[in-house]
Structure formats: structure tokens, C-alpha cells
């Protein structure tokens, strides 16, 4: 049995290593510095822990700097993702440019548009991510709001399901969305979020000011902290006794009232 649960281990591992796309991956301390540098959009960095102290605090340096992601594991999960020199480091390549709520809203004001964003808060299923953009643009919003931490990645799979509307759509990654909400609240913008637990229903609202839609995550839904944040709670009425919508169809549904509401 325990060779049996080797093999298992080692098959996962193949597995997990023949879906990493080797064309999204910069490796080494030069290649990945560079292109940090050069502005190049990162999903996130990968780091060897304990590399060597100097070169460990430059990569956080610029990380912070540059709002990348960055998990620092053991050299062999760097060494299955890629079998190369990679020096201690390896960067993921994201698809999308990732730009800055701050920079994104008076934009949005200046071309006289009603603000309509979603903020991603836990969705991490590439395949709901996917397809709530795809919803988020055919309804007319203008940015996907996700935190620096715990979400999906936006790979080719996200990409496909998105049908193309994540290359359309502006990606903002914050470092966390109460700061984001309070951001927004404070920028007029009222910041509502979908509770099973609330009494008001999505099509009693007014939908028509500049509004931000927390959307939660498949299992366990917006965050308490974020919860305690937002303008209001509603709820999405059902009939059955299943026990929610999917995320993505829950967002899809919510959207087209905004829409229905804006005419």
C-alpha cells in the first residue's frame, strides 16, 4: 500500500507539472529583475526559501513595489516547476496588464460613464472566473476588482471560458478589498454584496447610482470582514431547496438587473 501511495504522490506531481505552461515562466535572477523592471505583468513570483538574504529582500522589494504576488516555498517545488537553473526564482507570466483602482475610477468619471465593478472576493475556480467576466462585460462593467492574494489565475483556461472578454475588460489586483471598498465608498460609489442571510432582494435595490457588486467565493461566500464593510446585503430569491446559484450564474443574474435597471 505505501508504494501504491508513492507512485500516487509522484503521478500528481507529473500532472500538476505537465499542466504549468513552460511559455508563462521566467526563471532565473536576471530574466525575471529585467522584466520586472521592463514592466512586464506577472501573475505572481515564485521564491526559494531561505536563498541568499540580499537577493530574498530585493525580490520582496520589488514585489511590493510592483503589486506581484509572492509565495516563497522549498527549492523542490521550485525544481518541479521547472527543471532549468532557475537560480532560487521563477516568475509566472500573466496574460492581462493589472492596474490600480485608483488610477482606473477617475477614468471612468471622465468619460461620463455610471461606475459598474465587480470585486472578486475568494474566487479562485479559473473556469467561474472565466465565465464572470465574460457576464461582467457583455452587462457593461468596467473593471474586475481581485485582492493580491486568493484568487483565480488568469491563465488560457480562464481566458477560453471568458470567451475572449478578459482581454476586453480592465483587471484591478489590490493588496486587499476592505481597503479597496473603503477606497470606493469614500470615491461615492455604494458597495453591495450578495448574503444568503440578508432580508433586502437584489431587484429592491437601486441599482442605477455607481455601484461595486462583492461577489464571494463558491463555498464560502463574501468574507465576514468584507461583509461588515459594504453599503448593503441583499439576496437573490430561489424557489427550490438547492442551496444556492453558482457563483458565476448568481453574478450573471445580479448583472442583468443592473443592466435592466440602467435601461
Known amino acids: 500500500m505505501k508504494q501504491v501511495f508513492v507512485l500516487f504522490v509522484y503521478f500528481v506531481d507529473f500532472v500538476r507539472n505537465m499542466a ?22 506577472f501573475d505572481k513570483l515564485i521564491l526559494q526559501k ?17 503589486n506581484i504576488p509572492l509565495q516563497i516555498v522549498p527549492k523542490e517545488r521550485l525544481n518541479k516547476i521547472t527543471g532549468k537553473n532557475h537560480q532560487g526564482v521563477v516568475g509566472f507570466l500573466s496574460l492581462v496588464t493589472y492596474y490600480k483602482l485608483e488610477d482606473v475610477l477617475p477614468t471612468i468619471f471622465e468619460r461620463s460613464e455610471v461606475p459598474l465593478l465587480l470585486l472578486l472576493d475568494g474566487v479562485t475556480d479559473v473556469r467561474n472566473f472565466g465565465a464572470i467576466a465574460r457576464s461582467a462585460e457583455i452587462c457593461g ?9 486568493g484568487s483565480a489565475q488568469i491563465n488560457s483556461e480562464s481566458l477560453k471560458t471568458s470567451a475572449g472578454a478578459l482581454s476586453k475588460l480592465i483587471v484591478c489586483r489590490e493588496n486587499n478589498l476592505v481597503e479597496a471598498i473603503e477606497f470606493l465608498q469614500l470615491s461615492g460609489i455604494q458597495v453591495i454584496a450578495s448574503d444568503l442571510q440578508a432580508k433586502d432582494l437584489v431587484y429592491e435595490l437601486d441599482l442605477t447610482y455607481p455601484t461595486a457588486i462583492v461577489i ?3 463555498g464560502k461566500g463574501v468574507s465576514s470582514a468584507v461583509l461588515r ?6 439576496l437573490i430569491p430561489q424557489k427550490g431547496t438547492t442551496d444556492s446559484f453558482n457563483v458565476s450564474v448568481a453574478t450573471g443574474i445580479i448583472l442583468y438587473e443592473v443592466m435592466r435597471q440602467r435601461g
Open 216 to 218: 464571494g467565493s463558491e
Open 229 to 234: 464593510k459594504v453599503n448593503q446585503r441583499f
Open 50 to 66: 531561505g536563498i541568499q538574504r540580499d537577493f530574498e529582500n530585493t525580490i520582496k522589494k520589488l514585489s511590493s513595489r510592483f
Open 141 to 149: 462593467a468596467q473593471a474586475l476588482v481581485v485582492p493580491k492574494k
Open 20 to 41: 504549468i505552461d513552460k511559455k508563462s515562466l521566467i526563471y532565473g535572477r536576471h530574466p525575471v529583475m529585467d522584466a520586472i523592471h521592463s514592466g512586464t505583468p
